[in-house]
T-cell receptor, first 112, second 115 residues
Framework: SQELEQSPQSLIVQEGKNLTINCTSS?????LYWYKQKYGEGLIFLMMLQKGGEEKSHEKITAKLDEKKQQSSLHITASQPSHAGIYLCGAEVGGGSEKLVFGKGTKLTVNP | KAGVTQTPRYLIKTRGQQVTLSCSPI?????VSWYQQTPGQGLQFLFE???????NKGNFPGRFSGRQFSNSRSEMNVSTLELGDSALYLC??????????????FGNGTRLTVT
């Protein structure tokens, strides 16, 4: 079965610093989804990547899917306290289903 | 457009009881999925419904069941509650044509505590 490993598990940065979160898959990724979650709340969809080498940006957040489609990175530039939360990567199981498997998440704290 | 609505937000139940959680998807979305989130296991897929039919099921015991109504609203039921069922239960909706075409949109969840 597909497994996703996220690193680091937690991250504390000073406001204004850049940071990167990684998501590594045990299998080829057919679709990779990044979500953000505030503690105890629902997941907010950030970006979806499908093609090897693809890169997408939303405000100060950039996500990439490597050429071999087994790893994705999420990069935040000039972090702000509003970026704090738990970042989760999710992978499509395949076969056109609606099912996603998720990594355990990366908890980001941004200190002002 | 209103988002995914889950009710109630919080529930406290006793072991052995049963519970029903409700989810109203985004208007026009025909697929509703349910996930369980715990600190230890993370997000785990429970099941997915499309047009009142269960299309996918995760690896959970039969105590966990669900259904979907003709208006796409969905309910999830857990019978004979165990302490380990304490979790955040998240509902997600999508068009149902595959997550590549329509990403999952999540509700704020129902926090279930079993004592």
């Amino acid at each position: 079965s597909q497994e996703l490993e996220q690193s680091p598990q937690s991250l504390i940065v000073q406001e204004g610093k850049n940071l990167t979160i990684n998501c590594t898959s045990s299998k080829t990724l057919y679709g990779l989804y990044w979500y953000k979650q505030k503690y105890g709340e629902g997941l907010i969809f950030l970006m979806m990547l499908q093609k090897g080498g693809e890169e997408k940006s939303h405000e100060k957040i950039t996500a990439k899917l490597d050429e071999k489609k087994q790893q994705s990175s999420l990069h935040i530039t000039a972090s702000q306290p509003s970026h704090a939360g738990i970042y989760l990567c999710g992978a499509e199981v395949g076969g056109g289903s609606e099912k996603l498997v998720f990594g355990k998440g990366t908890k980001l704290t941004v200190n002002p | 457009k209103a988002g995914v609505t889950q009710t109630p937000r919080y529930l406290i139940k006793t072991r052995g009881q049963q519970v029903t959680l409700s989810c109203s998807p985004i208007s026009g979305h025909r697929s509703v999925s349910w996930y369980q989130q715990t600190p230890g296991q993370g997000l785990q897929f429970l099941f997915e419904y499309f047009s009142e039919t269960q299309r996918n099921k995760g690896n959970f015991p039969g105590r966990f069941s669900g259904r979907q109504f003709s208006n796409s609203r969905s309910e999830m039921n857990v019978s004979t509650l165990e302490l380990g069922d304490s979790a955040l239960y998240l509902c997600a909706s999508s068009s149902g044509t595959g997550v590549y075409n329509s990403p999952l949109h999540f509700g704020n969840g129902t926090r279930l505590t079993v004592t």
